[in-house]
């Protein structure tokens, strides 16, 4: 029989299905499992979108399938699980487009999938699928929100704690003495004021700390996607989908108090095995900077304007001051006079993102208020002004400008025609600002003179506080996550309103589900979609979502209309796969104890300050509220690299002529190269139409071309191109051939369907095999590294696999075919040497993440074993453990053939010895009189006599002598003889 790979791998994989071969058990185990050690490996799982997989998606799937195998190997119970991330942005404007519900949809992508999943073989844990749309899952996202509403932070105890808690400190003794992370703007109430207020003016001011809460917040508003944007899905200033602007605009948004956690989620990083680039795109992102807080009062007001500086040092250096156009004193302090052009810059500024603002640093504006400032130490007036490079939602929105330290102050200085003094001792700042911390002198600042950067720092601060006019102070760039999306296609809030104040729905009562609404769309009053909803306001009575029609704002109200960001769900979901069907908890404390984290996670840097932050956020919240037992989610994260597509080009002619621009001409790429050729083969084809052209003014466009239509000599299939639908307009077009070939340029780029460079797993799984696939993926590169998928290299893998099931084979006496054929015989000692040095290249390989060495390691052992003539069950059983993870089918086909009745999915891993690899002789160079003369292999084990004995006694010696006696004969066990005489 041959390597048939095709009923191999169906056979297998329905084996695997019918046997629930990679069911993860919870405890308490038993039986073989019993006290085996916990291992979980995570994949981010997918949005399933309705282009399908390609060859990029699951390279990460097969390196953590791999790994999983290998740890099941090793005696370990693995839960390796998979699920969906199944609410989103593209399934919603789908049905806004076609008006099918986004379920249906999404059910239809999840299938594919699924489909496309199960080909490639993978160990997956499918009875712990979650998908973040169904609403048993999602009942658990709403629990998850309804303890962070009821939970607050305490920055003394630096956790965070039942809002109960809270209560009872405000009722006992007001809120002076607690130390939260909350909004600015909480009153100060004793306890006699808190226990007289209304149940209203509780609940508003408990609001301003929880750890959720509803705040009116300027949000990136996307007008053409009718939603609010998180930061990290605005690129370039307009939306990461689709493109569209953005604007900043005041909206009540639910926010998530994660700046609560800055200082957590920084530290936490040094407990984890995550990538470096990865750990410091969120230590930048978190953004901690170590300063001061100055206050300056305003000249005339009572109004005082706090600044963030990290160079309290420069104080003396302050000529003038800058709020962002946004600051909330710029109204109530500008000047009648000014107020005409302030208002006109306000305006012009409103229209630019916050992005484009920090990117610009070449256009200066600004507008002066007419206020003054006063320096706290020399009391001098300083001019306060307006611009938009300063941002609102940074430190405080204003700063106080130091030109001769800060680039963007001296530019704006020297724009206005500012004063620049210059506080640094035989620094020239008439070019340019100048802030070296390590070198510079103070001068020109009164008690800081003379002093370095961190003495002044130190002193200046200092100096603030004696006139309590200032303090040190960290700030950290990270901003409170806003939560409320205007969707349709996410998790509904459980949360109703009374009197304008949110309420929560008791847990009991979840999941609430997401109401049906007959369009998707924004409603024309600009509400979000579940403002289409008629059924959809709670009944504090009978405790149900009723229709709107029975609000009476007595026992009914309405419900939240705003639905849950994309990365609720993920923040979370690897917790709820340790317990999943669990209705009654978000997951038993057996299962979270047991399971506790994730050990190994693999996915995309994309998610590096979205889900894998708000995740650690989540999880360190839950913590702290003792629902789970560790501060961090995933021990050890791998990036997957990409893998590109190599695209494929036709190059259309454009010609000056009146030839017609739907007329189009494809000119074969080698001919490019050749621009005489090109010129001839054009003048020929336009004078064939009896148009002249002026050559000089020929244009060349590249256009994508489909790279299923092209071979692997990169020749287009011309009537392939004219069947395809994607091309029939541009089926007459005119092919300019060389040899009759019309070729297309590659050029390796991200691989996309826009790309027409998708390379389909299904069809490499069809022609090759899911085995073929597994180990091409990873036999491309390090699994960290970029790299370009190129379909004519698998040959190579395939045969490889082809030699692997030859190697258990002996052909037929007329060469028909293989028959089965390996023998108790006992291994020599060169099959014990290839195979353990196999084990130990592997075993490393794979501790390290480093899966294309082995697949070459592999290689080179089928090799080694076949030039051997090996068929030793003793060598080729362990063989066949070391290639399951890679090669899961064709190892399971063998190794029932070798008469195992069981999956080797469990087969222990083999054990590597050294003995093996310690060569038992030594080939010695045997010389006369220092001259080599030829070699000897003895064995190592032999005494310095015996060895003088066998090279005395072998022939070539005593030609050598010639009947002499030797002098004397010097040996060197293990290294040279040498026969002196
Ligand atoms: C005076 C000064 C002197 C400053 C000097 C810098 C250099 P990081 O490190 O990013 O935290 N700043 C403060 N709030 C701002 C805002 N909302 N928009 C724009 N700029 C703002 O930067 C902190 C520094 O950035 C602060 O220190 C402040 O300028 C400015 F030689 O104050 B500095």
Redesign the pocket.
């Known amino acids: 029989m041959s390597y048939n790979f095709r009923e191999i791998e169906a056979k297998w994989q329905q084996y695997w299905k019918d046997n629930t071969t990679f069911v993860a058990k919870n405890p308490p185990l038993s039986g073989e499992m019993e006290g085996a050690p916990k291992y979980y490996v995570l994949d981010m799982f997918p949005y399933p979108s309705g282009a399908g997989l390609h060859v990029g998606h699951p390279l990460g799937y097969i390196a953590s399938d791999i790994y999983a195998r290998y740890k099941r190997h090793k005696g370990f119970n693995v839960l390796h699980p998979q699920g969906y991330d199944s609410f989103g942005l593209p399934a919603e404007q789908y049905a806004i487009q076609t008006g099918q519900h986004p379920a249906i949809t999404t059910q239809q992508n999840i299938a594919r999938y699924r489909e496309q999943l199960d080909k490639i073989g993978f160990s997956f844990d499918w009875s712990r699928e979650v998908r973040t749309s169904d609403p048993k899952f999602y009942k658990w996202t709403q629990w998850i929100f309804i303890q962070l509403f009821n939970s607050w932070y305490d920055a003394t105890e630096d956790k965070a704690r039942s809002i109960n808690d809270l209560e009872a400190i405000f009722s006992a003794e007001g809120n002076a003495t607690i130390n939260a992370v909350c909004d600015e703007d909480v009153i100060q109430c004793t306890a006699e004021e808190w226990n007289a207020f209304s149940s209203k003016e509780k609940q508003e001011v408990l609001l301003k700390y929880r750890l959720t809460y509803l705040a009116e917040t300027e949000v990136n508003w996307c007008p053409k996607l009718g939603t609010v944007l998180a930061n990290d899905e605005i690129v370039n200033g307009v939306s990461e989908r689709g493109g569209y602007p953005v604007l900043r605009k005041k909206m009540t948004q639910w926010s998530m108090r994660i700046s609560a956690y800055a200082q957590r989620l920084l530290d936490g990083l040094d407990t984890i095995d995550w990538p470096q680039p990865l750990k410091d795109s969120q230590t930048n992102w978190i ?1 901690r ?1 170590e ?1 001061a807080s100055v206050e300056f009062r305003i000249q005339n007001s009572e109004f005082k304007i706090e ?5 309290p040092d ?1 104080i003396f ?1 302050v000529s003038f001051m800058t709020l ?1 156009p946004e600051h909330e004193l710029v109204q109530k302090i500008t000047t009648s006079v000014q107020k005409a052009e302030v208002d006109a810059y306000i305006e012009a500024t409103a229209k630019r993102s916050e992005r484009e603002r920090m990117a610009d640093v070449k256009t200066i504006s600004g507008a002066f208020t007419g206020a003054y400032a006063e320096h706290p130490f020399t009391k001098e007036p300083i001019p306060i002004w307006i611009g938009d ?14 030109p001769c ?2 680039q ?2 001296y530019d704006f200085a020297k724009h206005f025609d500012i004063a620049i003094p210059n506080i640094f001792e035989g620094v020239d700042i008439s070019e340019a ?1 100048f ?1 070296d911390k390590e070198h510079t002198i103070i001068a020109n600042s009164d008690f800081l003179n003379g002093l370095n950067y961190k003495k002044a720092t130190k002193r200046a601060i200092y100096e603030l506080e004696q006139i309590d006019q200032g303090k040190g102070k960290i ?1 950290y ?1 990270l901003r409170d996550a806003v939560f409320s999306r205007q969707r349709y296609w996410g998790e509904p809030f459980p949360v109703y309103y009374v009197d304008g104040m949110p309420q929560m729905i008791e847990a009991k009562y979840l999941p609430i589900e997401l109401p049906e609404v007959e369009k998707y769309l924004p409603t024309e009053s600009g509400e979000p979609p579940l403002g289409r909803a008629d059924v959809w306001a709670w009944d504090t009575k009978n405790n149900k979502v009723v229709a709107n029609d029975l609000i009476d704002h007595n026992s009914v109200f309405p419900l939240e209309l705003n639905t849950m960001p994309g990365w609720a769900g993920s923040s979370y979901y690897f917790n709820r796969y340790m317990d999943p069907h669990n209705e009654d908890e978000i997951f038993s404390q057996e299962a979270i104890v047991y399971w506790k984290e994730v050990d190994l996670y693999i996915g995309g840097s994309e998610h590096a300050t979205g889900h894998l932050l708000y995740a650690r956020f989540w999880q360190k919240f839950l913590f702290d509220r003792g629902i789970v037992p560790v501060e961090e989610f995933a021990k050890k994260l791998i990036n997957q690299g990409m893998i590109l597509g190599t695209s494929a080009f036709m190059h259309r002619v454009f010609l000056n002529t009146g030839l017609q621009t739907d007329e189009a001409i494809f000119i074969s790429a080698d001919l490019l190269e050749n621009d005489s050729e090109l010129k001839e083969r054009l003048v020929h084809l336009t004078q064939k139409r009896g148009v002249d052209i002026d050559i000089s003014k020929i244009n060349i466009m590249p256009l994508h071309v489909d790279v299923t239509l092209i071979n692997s000599s990169n020749e287009l299939d011309i009537e392939g191109f004219k069947l395809d639908n994607k091309y029939k307009h541009l089926k007459d077009a005119d092919f300019v051939l060389n040899g009759g070939k019309y070729i297309v340029s590659r050029e390796v780029e991200k691989m996309s369907k826009s790309k027409y460079n998708v390379v389909n797993p299904d069809d490499i799984c069809d022609d090759y095999g899911a085995d073929t696939l597994r180990l091409y993926e990873m036999f491309l590169g390090p699994l960290e590294q970029a790299k370009p998928w190129n379909t004519a290299g698998i040959t190579g893998v395939h045969s490889f696999l082809k030699k692997l099931w030859k190697l258990y084979h002996s052909p037929f006496e007329g060469g028909q075919g293989d028959v089965f054929n390996v023998s108790d015989a006992e291994p020599t000692k060169d099959n014990l040497k290839t195979l353990h040095k196999t084990i130990k290249k592997v075993e490393e390989d794979i501790e390290n993440f480093s899966f294309n060495t082995s697949v070459s390691t592999f290689m080179i052992a089928v090799n080694e074993l076949t030039a051997q003539k090996c068929n030793a069950r003793a060598i080729l059983e362990p063989l066949l453990v070391l290639i399951s993870p890679y090669a899961p089918h064709i190892a399971e086909e063998l190794w029932q053939k070798l008469g195992h009745n069981e999956s080797i999915a469990t087969a222990a891993f083999p054990v590597f010895e050294a003995q093996h690899l310690v060569e038992s002789t030594k080939q010695y160079p045997i010389s006369f009189n220092g001259k080599m003369r030829f070699t000897l292999e003895l064995s190592l084990d032999l005494s310095k006599e015996e060895i003088e004995a066998a090279v005395m006694a072998h022939e070539k010696t005593q030609q050598q002598l010639a009947g002499r006696e030797p002098k004397k004969v010097i040996v060197v066990p293990g290294k040279i003889v040498n026969v002196v005489g």
Request: charged share 15%; no cysteine; aromatic share 10%.
């Open positions: 953004g900077s300063g600044v963030f500086t990290t160079r420069t250096g962002a490079y300063v941002l609102a939602g940074y430190g405080t929105g204003a700063v106080m400008a130091v330290g800060d963007r102050d600002a802030a700030n760039r």
